[in-house]
């Protein structure tokens, strides 16, 4: 029987694959890129490959970690070979740990009170007996008891606030599922001594009938007072249960209390081999969770909700067609997979959601409220992907941020489950909407957008205290630490900003922002060719190392990374060095020098020199010598960036997804263009990848990206066309890819 139903297992993934036609985009995702790290951990995307739908709430995968701790923040390591639950919430690609929600685990080994209070529930799989793809993930877990090997095997799927589990135990063996909602990050010692504490506040377990259970947990993490409230009903009854807080066994109670819940249920063998599982969730109340049941997930069928979660996932990579060998497509389609999941829906079905003052909310009809901005990251290359392919979704991101400022005071900085989290520095909303307003997308109230983005630029808060800085036209790290950072990704924000009010007529406006975009060069120092931090009395300050990643004037970076980030000035940029030369000496030097000073920080990784494209400062810095009338070194570069640091296996990614930017990084480059300047809804030129790309618009237009003479050996462009007309200033808007047409590269 065994080998009947191995085979069974691993035929499926093959017959679905000859299925599939040639224009079914799904095909060429893989959810395990970037799940795996090196011996090194230098290659580490921490995605999980687990069922979720496009902008989902429900992420359902596996947890390879007993308890979650830093890498990877996912909960699935592709090395490990133990799975210990399947959970309904997963960050993809962050580099902090948080959700982790509800976990559901089949067993057919007696659950004890022993075992319950132990929380561990570990069973053994291999990637022999595992397959995923958009909206489906499965795996067999097998465990050996007096040398008769158990199985069952597990199969997830997803709608958008509802997880779908089928379980097939085999013939003759017991059947349990186990509840775990004490699971999470870990909270030992050395978990507070680094990072944020997370701990279930509350939580609760209340049996409704023999077929259904509902409940909540209130936790505070890196988003605090976080409430997920659940109902799951099994496809048949359960006929035995035990419910456990901590060591407290509460008996036949039906409803349990408390900060360690975990249940335990018997099924039936004679209610044959098969059990589902939908687990509805809701951030606001039992309630909301019963309507996302109800409306999402009334049917038992499971090969529907598989069928309708690769529908919804091939109409939004339908966005984009690229013809290319399989291992490019594969790249490419996964990267748009990873970026498409988020930002999340945060809203039930009737609307309803907590914002962020803790009130209930509604949405109007029809509308829904999303989280999970995590914008230092995103800001640069992901959101401006979605202003390209997908503007109606973004025009409901700018809305959702908007809201955000009006309860909070200022736009997100890291909005997670509907919370700010302060993650990073910077205000990174504002050149996601200054992208969306630039390129007028409609649905979108630009005044409103605009007065959130100046309050969010005079109103102190943590990291951004902008009266020191309007006073000191810099920030003091004696009065500001990580200064330099800030200056710098400030003086950014402040230039989208002066975009906006330039083009809303806003005079006085524009002439302050725009002064303000200038505040980098305050620190800029001709000696060192460096930007350095200065104490309030503008003097130098001692110690400076360019090649330390542990200068507290820095984040997640050194001097020679974060020296380059000015794409609101490229050309001021050059004029600080004295000369073209003389910029073009010191970038070749960024990306030729091997030498560090010290610890490296995590975060950095897949270098070439001193650039670190494994962590976000750097990505746009491959496209200056764009700008120093050197475009073919960004094209050697940008075409090694993406041989060297993109594969289509596990350890695919050089460096943290982060919610899809390393991804969008691919996508774009992929394509022949970049946003350098996110939030002007303007591209600079790089080097295409295919010999053929199609954008089709959501306005009904195409564009088509043509390179006739492409072959893998030319990287160089000797021309680009719009519409036969030749691009003169490697810079293409947003405006003219909406109206359509062909953009055409002659390679050298």
Known sequence: MKKH????????????????????????????????????????????????????????????EQMVTWDPCSGYDYNKDIIYGFTHTHLSGTGCTDLIDVSLMPMTWKPTPDRLKAGDF???????????????????LTEKRANVEHNVNVELSATIRTGIHRYTFRKGDPQFVVLDLDRGPFRGEAYYSKRRTYDVIQSQIRIIDDHTIEGYRIVTGWAKLRKIYFRAEFSKPFKEHLLMNGDLNVGKSDVVNGRTLRAAFRFDQEGGQEL???????????????????AEASSWNFDDYVQAAHDAWQKELSRIDVEGTDEQKTIFYTGLYHVLMQPNTMSDVDGRYMDTNFEIKQMPKGQTYHSTF??????????????????????????????????????????LW????????????????????????????????????VESSTRSHLNSPFEIWEQYGYLPQTLQNESVSITMEQSFDDACVALVAKKLGKTEDYERFYRRSLFYRNLFDPET??????????????????????????????????????????????????????????????????????????????????????????HHTVYLYNFAGKPERTQELVEQVRSEFYRATPCGYAGNDDCGQMSAWYIFSALGFYPFHAGSAEYVIGTPLFTKATLHLENGNDFVITVPNKTPDRIHVKSVKLNGKPVKDLKITNQQIMEGGTLEFKMK
């Open 5 to 64: 139903l191995l085979a069974a297992f691993l035929l499926l993934p093959l017959l679905l694959s000859a299925q599939t036609s040639a224009n079914d985009y799904t095909q060429y995702v893989n959810p395990f890129i970037g799940t795996q790290t090196d011996e090194t951990g230098a290659l580490s995307g921490s995605t999980f490959p687990g069922a979720t739908m496009p902008q989902g709430m429900v992420q359902l995968s596996p947890e390879t």
């Open 122 to 140: 570990g069973q053994h799989y291999s990637h022999d007996t595992e397959s995923a793809r958009p909206g489906y993930y499965q795996v067999l």
């Open 276 to 294: 589902m599982v939908k687990v509805a969730i809701s951030p606001v109340d039992i309630e909301g969770a019963r309507k996302n049941m109800e």
């Open 374 to 415: 995590s914008l230092w990251d995103t800001f640069r290359a992901a959101h401006p992907l979605y202003t390209l392919i997908a503007p109606d979704i973004v025009a409901q991101f700018v809305r959702d941020m908007v809201l955000h400022h009006k309860t909070y005071g200022y736009l997100p900085i890291w909005d």
């Open 418 to 453: 509907g919370q700010d989290n302060y993650c990073m520095i910077g205000n990174h909303a504002i050149p996601v909407l200054a992208d969306a307003i630039m390129a007028e997308i409609p649905g979108i109230d630009v005044e409103e957008a605009y007065q959130a983005m």
């Open 529 to 618: 060719g460096f930007f350095r931090p200065k104490d309030e009395h503008g003097n130098w300050l001692e110690g400076f190392d360019p090649l330390s990643y542990e200068q507290p004037c820095f984040v997640e970076g050194n001097a020679w990374q974060y020296m380059w980030f000015v794409p609101q000035d490229p050309q001021g940029l050059i004029d600080l060095f004295g000369s073209k030369k003389a910029f073009l000496q010191k970038l070749d030097e960024n990306f030729s020098l091997t030498a560090t000073s010290g610890e490296v920080n995590g975060n950095a990784s897949g270098f070439i020199g001193q650039y670190a494209h494994g962590n976000e400062p750097s």
